[in-house]
């Protein structure tokens, strides 16, 4: 039986509105205080208490909440000496605090109330979520009976911790693939979690964590889940970016409870993804720090710094702005190993896909090495995404196995979007089919540039059209000629609506092309020294330096060199631009020809294109590999 939503509603909503205001006011007696008329807003970081506390600022101080919450009154000297409140978070009930203020005469007042007060202030505290979690539950049972198989991670109800722990994660090293190397320096940490003896019976202290460093999608998660895995011990994640969401104070909370549960479950894993939410350089932020966030993560450096290596647990963090981070999580006894996961090569790319096709059927016809040769810069994210696609494609066409169409069909999906449906309108299609001939024809008739792969008016992604193009080797060098090469060929799609149409009905189609070429065009000067002003950078590759919330301005070098560089990047475009309208005006009749063929057919593969142009002028000869686009 299914119950209609109203229904659902009826029952629930009352219970939720209820819940709310029990748990708000009524049952518990700290909230209430909290939240009346001894509400403090502004928030003092405890290390400014300390500060205040020294310099005899403080006058009075209310305990809250097992004495980790303060509201503390203090005079402020920028407001003249008045008094203001501010609100602090204590650390973990400590003596030594209270003597201290003690000893500052300052006056204290525990609203912790007795065992009465306890027993209504975790009723308060229980109640709320239970019904919360009790309505959330059947709604879920209700609307989701269909749903998958049984979860393994749990989330803590408690209303502070936010992480998420698994007893067992089932992941072993074989499930990662293409990362030997950090694989390798990984099976250590396995050990320490399984036999610590072995170090500390010869005196090594273990190390307490390790930062792995990569792009997203290229298994960081995973790993992680494969050392507690390899290791058979429980795993703890949380991300960064949830330690500092909601309210203020919940993060260094969070942080503890997290470290509480893990020191109750030793030994265990903890892991922290993006760890730059909160590991950002304190007192960076553009016009302060960010008092939230940098308490948070003082709270992890003194979880971290508090326990020793050997207690059995080992904390893995994943960042891929390593350059932002605090060097104080860098320091020898915190995150001192750092791992790098990159994106694989082809080699990494044939064993990842190898993992992926274990419980898939492919027809002989898929070659999982030509697969990997046509992905370069794919992540183990998108190689598992793709084998996926080409699953789902397989059963909606109702076949038994994988065959290459269906890869062929995925690749174009991962990489460029889902397909829409052609245009009708004739002019718009015309002049979309012009832009990518000539995206077509430059790319196959300048030598150096990337041989044509198809050329397609099926739309996909933001693109109403694409040129595929397929790069001759996975390249890291790329030389002055090739990259000249590129922008005369990203410059095709603007040129050929400006010899066809004219001046005056190009369109914003060539946007994004535009964008690419002008960004290529400037690294040729200011990076690889590629122009008149010579060998030298002028530009660093991260030339932008993330500080806080905003870019700051990356000038290096003065006005002057500003302006040749601009003068630079426009000669070379405007070298580029020439030679593509030059090539569309000698090939007019073939381009011509090769449009009608397109609007007809839709989509022109590389051989049939070249065979037509061959008809008309030489082409220049040149080795194929993987596909890379132009829209
Ligand atoms: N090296 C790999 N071997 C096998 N599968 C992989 C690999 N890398 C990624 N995958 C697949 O991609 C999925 C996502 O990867 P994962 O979440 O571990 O990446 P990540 O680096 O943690 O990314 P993010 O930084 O976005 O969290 C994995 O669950 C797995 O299916
Ligand atoms: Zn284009």
Redesign the pocket.
Known sequence: MKLPWRVILLWTLPILVVGFFLWQGTFSPNAADLSGNNTANTRLSYGRFLEYLESDRVQAVDLYDNGRTAIVEASDPQLSGSVQRYRVDLPENSPELVSKMRKSGVEIDSHDSGDNGAIWGLLGNLIFPVLLIGALFFLFRRSNNAGGGPGQAMNFGKSRARFQMEAKTGILFD?????DEAKEELQEVVTFLKQPERFTAVGAKIPKGALLI?P???????MAKAIAGEAGVPFFSISGSEFVEMFVGVGASRVRDLFKKAKENAPCLIFI?EIDAVGRQRGAGIGGGNDEREQTLNQLLTEMDGFEGNTGIIIIA?TNRPDVLDTALLRPGRFDRQISVDAPDVKGRVS?LN??ARNKKLSPDVSLESIARRTPGF???DL?NLLNEAAILTARRRKDAITLSEIDDAVDRVVAGMEGTPLVDSKSKRLIAYHEVGHAIIGTLVKEHDPVQKVTLIPRGQAQGLTWFTPSEEQTLVSRSQLKARITGALGGRAAEEEVFGDAEVTSGAGGDLQQLTAMARQMVTRFGMSDLGPMSLESQNSEVFLGGGLMNRSEYSEEIASRIDAQVREIVEQCHQNARQIIRDNRVAIDRLVDLLIEKETIDGDEFRQILSEYTEIPEKEQYAPQLQS
């Open positions: 499930d990662v693939a293409g990362v990569g997203p999608g290229t298994g960081k998660t995973l993804d994943a990842i993992v992926h992540t183990g994210a598992a």
